[in-house]
């Protein structure tokens, strides 16, 4: 013989229910998570990084120059007055296909800039370095 519980009495969660919640908890992330400043990156690769992050927040492309000692500015490339936006000290660029001034569009994608050097390897846009 079944068992009847009274009208209002329930117990468990529907399906519903739980893709609601699941639903609201994906939105919060959604909203928290780009507002989250994670520790920057240092060492090879980091002034690429950054200079990324600006061009793609700022939906236009920036260009990104190491000097001979090493220090890299960014700057946005429809800037005529050449207002630094981003400034650093590093390694000064070495090896085959080290690009001392490169372009990074709103995409995120990079082009160095100048004559390439023969022998220098093929530049891959998606990771702002020489393909391997």
């Known amino acids: 013989m079944a068992s009847h519980r009274p009208r209002g009495c329930r117990s468990g969660v529907t399906l519903l229910e739980l893709l609601v919640v699941l639903v609201l908890l994906g939105l919060a992330a959604a909203v928290i998570l780009p507002s989250i400043r994670f520790p920057s990156r240092t060492g090879e690769g980091a002034p690429i990084a950054r200079a990324r992050a600006v061009a793609v927040r700022r939906g236009e492309s920036v260009r ?24 650093g000290p590093g390694d000064r ?40």
């Open 64 to 87: 990104l120059t190491v000097g001979e000692t090493g220090v890299w500015s960014v700057v946005a490339t429809a800037d005529t007055a050449g207002v630094i936006l981003l400034a």
């Open 93 to 132: 660029p070495s090896g085959p296909g080290a690009a001392r001034s490169v372009v990074i569009s709103a995409l995120g994608l990079c082009m160095p800039e100048g004559p390439a050097a023969v022998g220098t390897p093929p530049w891959d846009p998606a990771r702002c370095s020489p393909a391997r």
